[in-house]
């Protein structure tokens, strides 16, 4: 089992960054992607991006491309968040998750929250003024 651990979140004002962290600890490599979803009270959990692990390819919701950015440094088993020009919208408790099966992260796909297998417990982000 992969154990994921989020950090990085804060309060920070509308047009403001933050770079989200997800710590991975076990046994990684039978892992192919890191998604990053969010939550916000009383709305279902989206998925916000995805990285495939091997060849970093990504995908982004239509909300946050040309804003967010991800990445990973698999050497630290890390995958990083970068949000910029943050909006009120954008709050919501930041999740990781990770995903055992292939193709589950591609240009045209992304796998939903559903059928992801390891989660971290969760980052706060609030964007406010």
């Known amino acids: 089992q992969l154990q994921l651990v989020e950090s990085g979140g804060g309060l920070v004002q509308p047009g403001g960054s933050l770079r989200l962290s997800c710590a991975a600890s076990?046994?990684?490599?039978?892992?192919?992607?890191i998604g990053w979803f969010r939550q916000a009270p009383g709305k279902e959990r989206e998925g916000v991006s995805c990285?495939?692990?091997?060849?970093?390819?990504?995908n982004y919701a239509e909300s946050v491309k040309g804003r967010f950015t991800v990445s990973r440094d698999n050497a630290k088993n890390m995958v990083y968040l970068q949000m910029n020009s943050l909006k009120p919208d954008d709050s919501a408790i930041y999740y990781c998750?990770?995903?055992?099966?292939?193709?589950?992260?591609?240009?045209?796909?992304?796998?939903?929250?559903?059928?992801?297998?390891?989660w971290g417990q969760g980052t706060q982000v609030t964007v406010s003024s």
């Open positions: 076990g046994v990684t490599s039978n892992y192919y992607a």
């Open positions: 998750a990770a995903d055992r099966k292939p193709f589950g992260c591609m240009r045209t796909y992304f796998r939903p929250a559903s059928e992801y297998d390891s």
């Open positions: 990285i495939k692990l091997s060849d970093a390819s990504s």
